[in-house]
């Protein structure tokens, strides 16, 4: 079975600092494009940072300068640096990542989320 494990959320001050990780385990074809979104309460989920295999990656404008999004190829993992952090990127933060499970079509998969609480 293909899971995306998280660890890395919790309650964090104004202005402090957070990492997030997110694992894939299981029998995996390929990983493609992995990334966060997140999903505030009464507001739809949105993207926070993605990044393909290749690094290339695109950001959110409310995060650019702030939020940093890196992988590990080999260990499968993404990982988000959160700075700066400000009570409004309080959020259930899901890790996501496009992957093969076998040489067919590749499929999306999300992680359970992570509750990051940003505040004094």
């Known amino acids: 079975q293909v899971q995306l494990v998280e660890s890395g959320g919790g309650l964090v001050q104004p202005g402090g600092s957070l990492r997030l990780s997110c694992a894939a385990s299981g029998i995996i074809f390929s990983v493609n494009t992995m990334g966060w979104y997140r999903q505030a309460p009464g507001k739809e989920r949105e993207l926070v940072a993605i990044?393909?295999?290749?690094?290339?990656?695109n950001y959110a404008d409310f995060v650019k300068g702030r939020f940093t999004i890196s992988r590990d190829n080999a260990k499968r993992t993404v990982y988000l640096q959160m700075n700066s952090l400000k009570p409004e990127d309080t959020a259930v933060y899901y890790c996501y990542a496009n992957m093969n499970r076998n040489s067919g079509p590749a499929s999306n998969y999300w992680g359970q989320g992570t509750q990051i609480t940003v505040s004094s």
């Open positions: 990044i393909t295999i290749g690094g290339s990656t």
